[in-house]
């Protein structure tokens, strides 16, 4: 069993920083696949960042240059680094570990909201 905790997010002005982080049970980075997801308010939810077990980063384009994801291994952390805040980042982020060997072994986060507004 695979747990997440994330902390961060907030409310920040257009044009502002934030930085999410996703906390692992373990140091599970070998193995499972981690995701940022995001969903606004009437929408379904994205994916917006993501790095596979062998490194491989990539991410939405509509947050490229802006956002940049990163794992801490000593931490059993994954970070999400958010600047140049829109107010169309305004969402609910969630971080996801997904095995890419065992189908429908995912887990999530428990979601951090993210207001950008002046």
């Known amino acids: 069993q695979v747990r997440l905790v994330q902390s961060g997010g907030g409310l920040v002005q257009p044009g502002g920083s934030l930085r999410l982080s996703c906390k692992a049970s373990g140091n599970i980075f070998a193995f499972y696949n981690m995701q940022w997801y995001r969903q606004a308010p009437g929408k379904r939810r994205e994916l917006v960042a993501s790095i596979s077990k062998s490194g491989d980063l990539n991410y939405q384009h509509s947050i490229e240059g802006r956002f940049t994801m990163s794992i801490d291994v000593a931490q059993n952390t994954v970070w999400l680094q958010m600047d140049s805040l829109k107010p169309e980042d305004t969402a609910t982020y969630f971080c996801?570990?997904?095995?890419?060997?065992?189908?429908?072994?995912?887990?999530w986060g428990q979601g951090t909201q993210v207001t950008v507004s002046s």
């Open positions: 996801k570990a997904e095995s890419p060997v065992v189908s429908g072994a995912s887990y």
